[in-house]
């Protein structure tokens, strides 16, 4: 009966492990080591499956809604500016009004 209770090999290695560990750090810091290295063991893992099954962030693309609002938002600056936009592009009316714009800006050499 007494041969099955018995420690015996790795047993006493482990016990002994545990004994060093509180001997070096202090029963205070085994909490916190047992955190760190699960945190180190939960990026291990999560690098590990990222590297073994990489999913690329999709891109998000612009809604219709917010495409709307800032065409817009296009449409009105150029027909403040004067700017005429039937029949023109999204990239021909930013032209035009960036002309304008720096048209309207006074030059930096000429003092008056």
Known sequence: MVD?????????????AILAVIM?????KIPKLARA???ARKEFEKAQ?????PTPEPEQ?????SKTASDDYLIQTAKSLGIETAGKTREQISKEILER???????????Q
């Open 4 to 16: 099955s209770v018995a420690i015996v090999g790795w047993e006493w290695i482990v016990i002994l």
């Open 101 to 111: 714009a720096r048209a309207a800006q006074p030059q930096s050499g000429q003092q």
């Open 37 to 39: 290295l699960g945190q």
């Open 49 to 53: 499956k990222e590297f073994t099954n």
């Open 61 to 65: 693309a612009p809604t219709a809604e």
């Open 24 to 28: 070096i750090w202090g029963p205070d």
